[in-house]
């Protein structure tokens, strides 16, 4: 298999477009990443990607969005075996479920 590093480019995009302001930018950069580390199957990557996009939509208000990206994140690293980043993704998604309940 031919090594894809392309990924890595469009979480830097991403970022890069969050801290300009360019919100629809750096969620179609966000997206990018995580189909691309999916198809070039880096697991930890695409985890790290949805974690970040997770992050950017709760820096939003958007918690519905987070927890989605959130728990994508956590599907990743418990594919991966990172039980302690599983573990912190499942607190972060009750913590973030429980404010929406409170609503």
Do not use: P
């Not at 990443?33 to 949805?50: D, K, M, T």
């Not at 950017?56 to 990206?69: K, P």
């Amino acid at each position: 298999q031919k090594w894809n590093f392309s990924n890595k480019l469009l979480m830097l995009e991403a970022e890069c477009a969050r801290t300009l302001g360019e919100d629809e930018l750096a969620i179609q950069k966000y997206d990018a990443s995580i189909e691309s580390a999916q198809n070039h199957r880096f697991g930890h990557e695409q985890g790290l990607a949805n974690y970040l996009c997770g992050q950017f939509h709760l820096a939003q208000g958007r918690r519905n969005e987070a927890i989605f990206s959130f728990s994508g994140a956590k599907q990743c690293y418990t594919h991966w075996n990172a039980l302690a980043l599983v573990s912190q993704m499942e607190q972060l998604m009750a913590n973030l479920e429980m404010k929406t309940e409170d609503c």
